[in-house]
Each structure stands twice: as structure tokens, then as C-alpha cells.
């Protein structure tokens, strides 16, 4: 954090000799404010309560008071406009773990806290009200239940005679209810109620909890000697590290241990790295624990955020099951937090404040001292590291759960072979015998669109956009809707194809290569009479969209054709082939994390296939068949591939061995840029050790994108505590510099992509 904060002044008042509060507000500045309390408010604690405050020259803010302090004799103060919670919202362990993050990421507290609240709470709203809303008969239906005729009114009143039911539960027990309730209401025999769902017992709304002895959820050794690690370690803080194959069952631990959680009476958080893989965690965990289980992403409206978060800090939400942002739930009753497919990068916040949420869960496990368990079929490096130098407990899971047997790998060499929208002959017939026989057929190419690019066939000429290309690194626009719109990927520009080529005239414009919209199009055309369904960012735009695409595909053989959306964690039985397209791009990347994220993404598509009673059975196909990475995670898999790249880590000098900060800037002009991050650098050259080394400025692998020009500076130390140390001396200095008001730049500290 910086060191002293100025004061907040002009249209000042006389400071009496009173506390000032210091405020947190959502600004990009390093600092934080003084006011005075409003009138009355004097002697109360306000830290962690918002107020509403005056700031600039006509307009108000809401921010967070997170101190208070004696005031500055000298200093001339505008007064807190209001005080907006009786009690602190953010306050004990949230908020002292939000000011490391701040510390760590070196960002301003204020929008810290701001991005750990929900929009509602975040613009001054209150905090919502979290009750059920519940049916229950008047004395007049209890007394006309008997003569009632037979009916769907009947039976809900019957439902009601033994008292209010959540409206939850009639959903999931009795279809057509509403209508008769309304019919009840309007003769006065039932009335809608809202009651408190922790008040009433989770029998009342929930399904039947089913019970883990039952044996078809029973343990296999690996799975209950996992379970019984965490709950020999559920009172105090323990890092675990769950390494298992894909279809291992590592979901029934997370069950198990949740179970036994709630049974001590604590809350459990569970982190996932998709939307789409909510829906069917909801599903399961809800069917098994008994109690209800919420749900928070950016799928759901800022007033349902509120909501889940209300009913959080109150301790009504047990199990919460969300993606990145549910990290910064509050857990007054904590027990447990999950990180699901923790290698996964979606849990790192790529703009604002550039958090990574497997990160800070593990440093909110150590403050509420519970438990973390990371789960993941090919777990990160540096995850894998800690479990080798004893960090984490490292718990295995080597075989697949109950029947299932892994899938046979083959690798399809596509060199001087005929493709038709990017399929070859052997792949067309194995997709064609996997249908025959009843099974269904996973297409994985992680390129969405029609094309990848749009090209000239006489002269060469190809589309690219005006906004991210430049002519030395020209940025092809991806053909969409069939070949009839180009769009940019980075920048979300669109326009039409055009009707001929722009340089020469030529009508001979052809799409080159294929993305999920061009494949499925082509099977279509193949399988006529067989469903095929694509699933991609495109296609699941909106609400609920994955999980009623997975329902519409049901378990009739059929064709699925999807992007890395589809390779996490979803459990499709009836997969018996899986079929990997265009995995070249990824074999030559200039980014050293690249072979580990491929490698990551070949096993976790891999894993779809053959989960249940049927053998599965993967294709990869590839112009290098020779290449090492798939050499070796052909002949040993994903351990084979991190026992290889770990010690080529540590001999570059790059994570885990190193830690690493990125200084990224850009705007119009490349000299711009270009100053400010020579300024920063000369900035750091004064204040580093000798511990810490500077790269660049050089150009971002992407030099322009959306018409700004991007360069960055990447920092790099053996230990946390230089690199550090390094940030918090120079960035104040780099906050004041002259350029840095002329470009728009950020700090990623432990960047997971270099762009």
C-alpha cells in the first residue's frame, strides 16, 4: 500500500476535533481519502460500512471507510454525505484479506473492494432481502379442505395442511401448482407468505438427500483414503492438491467432504472455472447434500448476485458453487473451499484488478483456517510444485472411477491427405462407426467461426482488421454466419464480406481452414439424419444456453461440435469418440506456458470420452506426429509431460522457479508508449537489487489491438519478496511520472499470458 495519504480537500469546512474517516473509493489512485462523519455519527465505528461522499466538484462516490484516524489540524475537510449500513458489510477476515490482495497486486483498495461487492451493494443500494417465498392455507382452507373437490386445488391444499411450503419445492413436487394456488388465493383458502429458508427444514424445499452409503456412491480406496486426508485436517488450514485422472471421481470427494462439512454446521464455497459447468454441478450437488446449494456467476442479474451474497454474509447459503468472482463471498460459519479444475485459466481476472482467484482462495483458507482442496486431471506446474516441495498434500487418484477404462489414443497424420472442412477420410469414418454403433461423437476445435480467413485466390489479398493489424503483424478477421460476415476476434469488429476481392477485382474469395461453424455445417451435409449440435461461445450466448443445448443432445447417438468450453469437466455417458481437429496452432507458441496449457487441453478433451461402461476411443490429428509434446503425453501422459517441463522451467528461469510482474501500456501513438515504459524502467533500474530483472520495453505479441498501440515490460525475480519490494518503491514514482498521464497502463503481477 502507499505510504501517507493526502487529504481530500476544496469546498472545505473548519475540522473540529474529531476522528476523521478515512475512505476507500473506487478511483485509480493510490490512496485514500479523509472525511469528516456526518452529523451523530461521531463516536460510531464505521470501518467496513459504505458511505455515500462528496468528491470532485459537484458529483458523489460510494466507497468503504476502512480506518479512522485523528485529524490533520491543518486540513480542511468535506463531511460524509451518508452512512449507508448500520453494520459493517465488509469487515474481520474479508476485509483484512482484501487489503493483502490490494497489497499484493499493488492496486488501489478502493477498487478492490469495490470489485468484491456485487453491483447493486457496489452503487449504494441496500442490502436485499434474502427471504423464500412459501404457500401455506388460511384457517378458512384448513376448515374447506375436506369438501374440496378432487383436483389440482385439492391436492395443493393437501400438499399445505401440515404447513407453508416453498414455493422451491412445489416446483420440483407438483406440477401445474400455481395455477391452483392462484384459484385458492382468490377464494381465500391459501396466501403467499416469505419466510426465512433457514427457518424451515431443508425437507420442506429440497429433494431427498441421497445417501453416500448407498453403492452407487461408495469409494474406491484412492477416493475414501482422499476423504478421510481433508477430514483429518478440517480444523485448521491445509492445502490439498487432488491429482486424478479424468473420470477419476474426484466430484465424489468434493461430496464427501462437503457433506461433512455441513454436518458440523459450516459453509462451503466451491469454485469452478465456466459458467457451463454450473448447471450441472447445481444439479449433482443438490441431489446429494440435502441442504440448498446457490449458484453466483455473470450469468446470473446484479440483483441475484446481491442476493447470494446477502445471503452469504447472514450465513443462510450453505454450499455456494460459483465461478472467479465467488471468491470474494463473505463466510461468517467457514468449512471448506473447492477449487475445481484449478489449473484452469479462467480463475485469473485478465482486466481491472488482476487477481487470480486459486490464489486468493488459498489465502482466505489460511486466514479462516480451513481447509483448500484443489481438484484437477492435469494440475497446474506451480501447483504441482508445491505438492513436490510438500506445500500441499498431494492426494492421487490414478484409476477411473467404477467401470470406465481410459480411451485408446491414436494420432491421425493428415500430411498429403484430402480434408474436407478441415476432417480427414479416417477421422469422416471413424465418426461414421462410432454412429453406427450407438454412440456419440465429441468434434473438438478450438477455433470458433466459419473461417479463420478470408482469402483472395487470385491475388492473395486477405481480410485482416484495420483496428488490431499493422503490416508487419497483420490481424486476420474470422469469417462468421457462413461466410457471409467478417469479425474480429480481439477487438469485436464486424463488416460484410465483400462482393469482390478489394485489391484485384476477382470474385474468386474463398474461406480458408475451419472453425466449429464451418465443421458442423460439413457434418450436417455428411450425417443427414444424425443431431448435430455445436457449442461454443457463439451458440451459448444466452441464459442457461450450454445446459439446454446438453439436454437437447440427450444420450441418442449424435454429434457434438464444440471449443475448449466442452473439455471442462463435463460428464457426457453415452461419448465413445472423441475427435481432436487443428492442434498445430498451439505446437509452436512463442509463450512459454503454451505446451503446458495444450497439454492440459489434449488430456481434459481426452477425458470426454469412454466415462461410462463403453470404451472410449481419441483421434488427434496433426500435420507433426513427431512432434515431443505428443510423443510424450502419448507414452506417458500428463505426468510424463510435467516431470519433462518442470526442470526446462527451472533451467529458463520461469515460473515456478521465478516470479513475474507485467507492466503493460498503450495508446494511440507507439512514442507514447514507448516513453512512459522507458520512464518506468529507469524508474525500477533505481530502486532494484540485483535480484531482479527487466525485459523490455518491447512489443506486445499483439502490437496493435483496437487502434491502440501496446507495448510491455516484464519484470522477473527469484523470489516474491524482491519483486516486491521493487513495485512498492518505484510505483509511486511511476504513478507521477509525466508520461504515464498521456497512456493507459496496467500491472499484472504473476501474468499467466503475455500478451
Known amino acids: 500500500m502507499p505510504a501517507t495519504d493526502p487529504p481530500a480537500s476544496s469546498n472545505a469546512i473548519d475540522t473540529p476535533a474529531t476522528a476523521t474517516w478515512r475512505v476507500a473509493l ?47 489540524s491543518d486540513a480542511e475537510l468535506k463531511t460524509v454525505a451518508a452512512r449507508l449500513d448500520a453494520e459493517p458489510l465488509l469487515h474481520g477476515e474479508l476485509l483484512a484479506s482484501l487489503r493483502w490482495l490490494a497489497r499484493y497486486t499493488h492496486a488501489p483498495l478502493g477498487e478492490v473492494l469495490a470489485t468484491a461487492l456485487p453491483g447493486p451493494l457496489r452503487h449504494g443500494e441496500p442490502l436485499p432481502d434474502t427471504h423464500a417465498w412459501a404457500w401455506r392455507l388460511s384457517e378458512a382452507g384448513a376448515t374447506a379442505l375436506p369438501g374440496l373437490r378432487a383436483g389440482k386445488p385439492k391436492q395443493l391444499a393437501e400438499r399445505l395442511a401440515a404447513g407453508a411450503v416453498d414455493e422451491d419445492a412445489l416446483d420440483a ?61 478440517r480444523d485448521g488450514f491445509a492445502p490439498f492438491l487432488l491429482d486424478g485422472v479424468t473420470g477419476s471421481g474426484k466430484t465424489e470427494v468434493y461430496l464427501h467432504a462437503i457433506a461433512d462439512c455441513l454436518a458440523r454446521g459450516k459453509q462451503a464455497l466451491v469454485l469452478v472455472p465456466e459458467i457451463g459447468l454450473t448447471p450441472q454441478t447445481l444439479a449433482r450437488f443438490r441431489a446429494r447434500l440435502g441442504v440448498q446449494v446457490h449458484a453466483l456467476h455473470s450469468g446470473l442479474s446484479d440483483g441475484e448476485r446481491a442476493r447470494v451474497w446477502a445471503a452469504a454474509v447472514r450465513g443462510e447459503a450453505r454450499v455456494v458453487v460459483g465461478t472467479r468472482s465467488a471468491v470474494f463471498l463473505p463466510l461468517p460459519e467457514p468449512g471448506l473451499i473447492v477449487i475445481d479444475e484449478e489449473h484452469d485459466g479462467s480463475f485469473k481476472q485478465l482486466d481491472g484488478i488482476r487477481y487470480h482467484a486459486r490464489d486468493f482462495a488459498l489465502v ?104 488490431c493489424g499493422t503490416p508487419e503483424h497483420p490481424t486476420p478477421m474470422t469469417v462468421h454466419g457462413g461466410g457471409r460476415r467478417l469479425q474480429c476476434h480481439h477487438c469485436g469488429a464486424r463488416q460484410r464480406v465483400p462482393d469482390a476481392c478489394p485489391d484485384c477485382g476477382s470474385l474468386a474469395l474463398q474461406p480458408q481452414g475451419a472453425g466449429t461453424e464451418r465443421i458442423e455445417d460439413a457434418l450436417k451435409v455428411r450425417f ?41 469437466g463435463h460428464d457426457l455417458a453415452g461419448l465413445t469418440l472423441v475427435a481432436v481437429v487443428g492442434i498445430d496452432e498451439g505446437l509452436f507458441s512463442a509463450d512459454f506456458r503454451a505446451p503446458e496449457k495444450l497439454a492440459q487441453l489434449l488430456i481434459q478433451v481426452a477425458g470426454r470420452a469412454g466415462r461410462a461402461d463403453r470404451p472410449g476411443e481419441v483421434l488427434l490429428q496433426t500435420h507433426h506426429p513427431e512432434h515431443p509434446l505428443l510423443a510424450t503425453l502419448l507414452s506417458g501422459g500428463y505426468q510424463a509431460f510435467a516431470d519433462t517441463e518442470l526442470p526446462q522451467r527451472e533451467a529458463a528461469r520461469f515460473p515456478p522457479f521465478a516470479h513475474m510482474a507485467m507492466l503493460r501500456a498503450e495508446a494511440r501513438r507507439v512514442d507514447a508508449v514507448e516513453a512512459f515504459l522507458r520512464a518506468a524502467r529507469d524508474t525500477l533500474a533505481d530502486t532494484r537489487t540485483d535480484a531482479l530483472e527487466l525485459h523490455g520495453p518491447l512489443p506486445a505479441p499483439m502490437p496493435r489491438r483496437a487502434g491502440y498501440q501496446r507495448m510491455q515490460l516484464l519484470l522477473s525475480a527469484p523470489d516474491r519478496r524482491s519483486l516486491h519490494a521493487a513495485l512498492d518503491a518505484a510505483l509511486p514514482t511511476i504513478h507521477a511520472l509525466p508520461e504515464a498521464r498521456k497512456v493507459r497502463w496496467s500491472l499484472d503481477v504473476d501474468p499467466v499470458d503475455l500478451y
Open 364 to 467: 482466505r483458507g489460511k486466514a479462516l483456517g480451513v481447509p483448500v482442496l484443489l481438484g484437477s486431471a492435469t494440475p497446474s506446474l506451480e501447483s504441482l510444485q508445491n505438492a513436490h516441495t510438500g506445500r500441499y498434500a498431494h492426494l492421487r487418484l490414478r484409476q477411473r472411477a467404477g467401470n470406465a477404462k481410459p480411451p485408446q489414443v491414436r494420432v491421425i497424420d493428415v500430411r498429403k491427405r484430402p480434408l474436407e472442412a478441415g476432417l480427414s477420410p479416417e477421422m469422416l469414418a471413424a465418426i461414421e462407426r462410432a454412429l453406427a454403433s450407438g454412440g456419440q461423437v465429441l468434434v473438438f476445435k478450438n477455433r470458433r467461426g466459419y473461417a479463420p480467413v478470408l482469402l483472395c485466390h487470385d491475388c492473395g489479398w486477405s481480410a485482416h482488421c484495420p483496428r
Open 173 to 233: 413436487t407438483l406440477g401445474g401448482w400455481r395455477a391452483a394456488a392462484r384459484s385458492l388465493a382468490k377464494r381465500g383458502l391459501a396466501e403467499r407468505v416469505a419466510i426465512k429458508k433457514e427457518k424451515m427444514g431443508s425437507e420442506s424445499f429440497l429433494p431427498e438427500r441421497k445417501n453416500d452409503s448407498d453403492p452407487i456412491f461408495s469409494l474406491n480406496p484412492e477416493q475414501q483414503a482422499a476423504v478421510d486426508a481433508v477430514l483429518a485436517a
Open 26 to 72: 473506487p478511483v485509480p489512485l493510490p490512496r485514500l481519502f479523509d472525511y469528516l462523519p456526518p452529523p451523530g455519527d461521531a463516536d460510531a465505528d464505521p470501518v467496513g460500512c459504505r458511505v455515500r461522499v462528496p468528491f470532485g466538484r459537484s458529483g458523489e462516490k460510494i466507497g468503504v471507510v476502512v480506518a479512522t484516524d485523528q485529524p490533520d
Open 528 to 568: 443427414p439424419d444424425t443431431r448435430v449440435l455445436r457449442i461454443d461461445r457463439g451458440s451459448t450466448q444466452r441464459r442457461d444456453a450450454m445446459e439446454k443445448l446438453l439436454a437437447e443432445f440427450g444420450s441418442e447417438p449424435g454429434i457434438l461440435v464444440g471449443t475448449q468450453m466442452l473439455a471442462k
